[in-house]
Each structure stands twice: as C-alpha cells, then as structure tokens.
C-alpha cells in the first residue's frame, strides 16, 4: 500500500534529520522524505494519507529486551498480545531474551519462534540464543546452529554463569564466529536470597538485599574475560553507579563493550518499593536514588548506549504475594516512548538524541542496517504526539500483563499510528 505521511515533524536521529516533510511509503519500504512537493517519488500515487499535524514521524522503537512469554508461559502473555503492545507503543523490532520453556537453546525452537511472529502487523522478532544448554551454565549450545535458525546473540537471561572456565569457553567460541554475547552482571553468590537492594528500605522493610558487589564482582569477571577472549560483549541492564564507572573504565582502555538499561531503573529506585508493592520487585533489583541518578546521566552523555523495556509480562496472581515471593518484573513495551520522552524533558536532552537511545543506537549494537528514516529502508515507523498526555492503566495497557509501577502515573507521548514494513500495525483512532 502507498501511504503519504504529512504536515509531521520528522526526527531521524541517526542523520540528524529534523524538519517537517512528508514521509512516502510504497511496497514495504521508505521510497521519499521531503519538504516540498519536488520531493514526491515520480509516479507516486497516496492510496492512504496519515495526517500527523502536531506530532512527530521517527523510526520505529527497537527495544533491546521484551519477554513475549512463548513457548511455555502462555498463561502470562500470548506472543499476539505482546505484539499488539508492542504496535501500540511504537515497537517495531524487539529482541526477545531465551528464558523461555523450554529456553531458545536449540534451532527448532528459534524456527518455530520465528515462524509464529512473522504475520503482517508484528513486529520483527530476533531471538536471542541461550549460551549454555537449559541455561544451566554448564554445556555450550550450538551456537553456528542457532544463529543459522535466527539468533542475533547470545547470552543467560537473568541466569550466571556459576562455572567460569564454562564462561571462557562460551566467549572464545562465540568471538571465533563473531557472535555477541550479551549478560546480565550478577554474581550468583553474593545475590543469593536477595530480593531488593542492600540499603536502608531492604533494612527498614526485614527484605534481604542484594549488594551492588553481586553486580561489580561478575562485571569485573565479564570485562577481564572479553578482554582475553576479544568476544563483543553487550551488558544488559545494568543497575549501579559502580557499574557504569567499571564500565567508562574498560572504554577508556579500549574495551568495545555496550551496555543498556531499563526505563525502570532510569526512573525509579528502591524507595519505590513503598510498602512492599510488588510491581517493583525488579532484576537487577531498583537501587538507591544515587545510582539511578548516575544511570539518568550516563545515559544522557553516551556512557549507556541504549534505554529498554526490559517487559516482562507477569500475571496476576504472581504479583499479589508477599514482596519477596512476587515474581520479578515489569511490562514496558507501551511505556519505552513516554518514559524516554519523561527522562529527555527532565534532563533537558534535545529530543534527538533522546530518540536514539532507543531507535539507531540498538540498531546499532544489533548490527542491523535499521532504526533509521532513509530512502530504500524499510517501512517501520512511529507517529506519535508529543504533547499528548495519559494515564497508564489497566484498561489502556494492550499487554497481557498489567505489572508496572507506573499505574495511575500521567505520562506524554502518545503513539498515533505505527507501521511495520509499510503495513499500518496500529492507529489510535482505527482509522487511515
């Protein structure tokens, strides 16, 4: 389908791209951007117009970390509900982390995975291979067979790596392919138990913490043996301050290491915890107000290259137990935009550079030629109003789960349309 987007200011932060112009999109791809009526394709004809008066044309989100809870947890989420969320928070590729049951460690099931999410209207899956075998930690996977059936990395999940020869041997192996691996840093021992941050809340509350050390300790392991091996390596979520400085460390040696966060983590911290509400029960754990302030910052000066959802779709009756028996994590997929735009407004980021910590920077470390709004690229897409304020509730939250701490919170940016490879995936008023 042709379709003219107009009268939208359109913002590519990986060309610097910030004007108003109309977007053309013909065949699944970008065929013409431009502010004049000269720029139109020759022989383009609109067989559809999006008016975008008074909101913003960027790429589509590309969110580093979203659970989609198949195969196995189905009673969680449904991969066409997460991917309706997904559509309505302006999510046009995701990655999807391999604690499924069973885990994404062998090729049938990244196929299978692949297959289910390639229908019109879904965003782009890329599944992420496990690096042990049941993510036991303790036999390799096939990982040339695994990225052969579509896996665009390697890693644990939220599962260490106990055994650390196992470790090397998975980074040797992967750098000799090329593969990246991605962890999350948490020493197994030192975590052990903990529930929340080890501080004054996790004291005051009788929680038993988890020390910033679980988080520095196996970060210092990772950086030493990317070193030696030359594996690219990717930390995800990391949650500390101390984190970050190891990290602004090993770059200043020369260490190619990458790093994300979570929108959780950029806005909230361990005093978030209240009275034991549970949607914050959280891995990495929320940390004190220090570390989520040093987050905030690293992120606005490059040291954190991507922001993402981390979404986890949790059901009920899993959250609304006692804090230390809740199960862990949040849903984000619809709420990565606004709480971008939340963290840009208040740290008084242009809007660009904000908008590529969650577009052409994750491209970026995927190694995809994607995340960006340029001429034979394709069609993904996000409209939204900037100005346009909400607030998140049950009802409104397309997602199967509905466990956030940003419940009842107003929030601006909303999504007004979203197209995936030119196909219109979402429209706020159902119609073009």
């Given amino acids: 389908m042709k379709i003219e987007i107009k009268n939208g200011r359109v913002i590519d932060p990986a060309t610097g791209m910030d004007c108003a112009a109309s977007v053309y999109v013909a065949d699944g791809q970008i065929v013409g951007t431009g502010e004049t009526a000269q720029c139109v394709p020759g022989g383009f004809q609109a067989e559809g117009t999006i008016d975008a008066t008074g909101c913003i044309v960027c790429p589509g989100l590309i969110d580093l970390s979203a659970r989609l809870r198949e195969p196995g947890f189905e009673y969680k989420a449904t991969l066409e509900s997460e991917m309706a969320a997904a559509a309505a928070g302006g999510v046009t590729r995701l990655v999807c982390p391999p604690d499924t049951d069973p885990p994404l460690d062998e090729p049938g099931l990244v196929e299978m995975l692949k297959y289910r999410a390639r229908q019109p209207g879904f965003a782009h899956v890329h599944p992420m291979g496990a690096l042990t075998l049941g993510l036991a930690g303790q036999r390799l996977t096939e990982m040339a067979e695994l990225a052969e059936a579509g896996c665009i990395a390697f890693g644990q999940a939220n599962v260490s790596v106990v055994d650390t020869q196992v470790l090397m041997r998975a980074m040797q192996y992967a750098a000799t ?130 922001l993402c959802s981390d979404h986890t779709p949790v059901d009920d009756d899993a959250k609304q137990m006692p804090f230390a028996e809740a199960e862990v994590g949040a849903t984000g997929l619809e709420l990565l935009l606004p709480l971008t735009l939340s963290w840009a407004a208040a740290a008084d980021l242009p809007l660009s550079r904000a908008l590529a910590r969650i577009t052409c920077d994750p491209a970026r470390i995927l190694g995809l030629d994607c995340g960006h709004i340029a001429v034979g690229a394709s069609a993904d897409l996000c409209v939204f109003d900037p100005a346009a304020r909400f607030t998140v509730s049950r009802d409104r939250l397309k997602s199967q789960g509905k466990n956030t701490s940003f419940l009842g919170r107003e929030l601006a940016g909303e999504v007004r349309y979203t197209l995936i490879d030119g196909h219109l995936a979402y429209a706020a008023d159902r119609l073009l």
């Avoid at 050390?213 to 990317?226: F, G, I, N, R, S």
């Avoid at 400085?245 to 770059?251: H, L, N, V």
């Avoid at 040696?253 to 790093?259: E, I, K, R, W, Y």
């Avoid at 959780?264 to 107000?289: K, M, T």
Wanted: glycine share 10%; proline share 3%.
């Fill in 177 to 306: 392919f090329g593969f990246p691996v991605w962890l999350q840093a948490l020493d197994s021992h030192l975590g052990k138990g903990g529930v929340a941050h080890d501080g004054a809340v996790s004291a005051r509350l009788g929680l038993a913490g988890i020390p910033v050390q679980a988080e520095t300790v196996a970060l210092a392991t990772y950086l030493q043996l990317a070193r030696e091996t030359g594996v690219r390596l990717h930390i995800c979520r990391l949650s500390s301050a101390a984190g970050l400085e190891m990290i602004r460390a090993a770059r200043a040696t020369g260490l190619a290491v990458t790093c994300d966060i979570t929108v959780n983590h950029l806005h909230l911290c361990d005093e978030d915890i209240g009275y034991f509400n549970a949607h914050a029960r959280l891995d990495p754990p929320l940390r004190s107000v220090a570390d989520r302030d040093a987050l905030a910052a690293g992120l606005a000066d490059g040291s954190i290259d991507v």
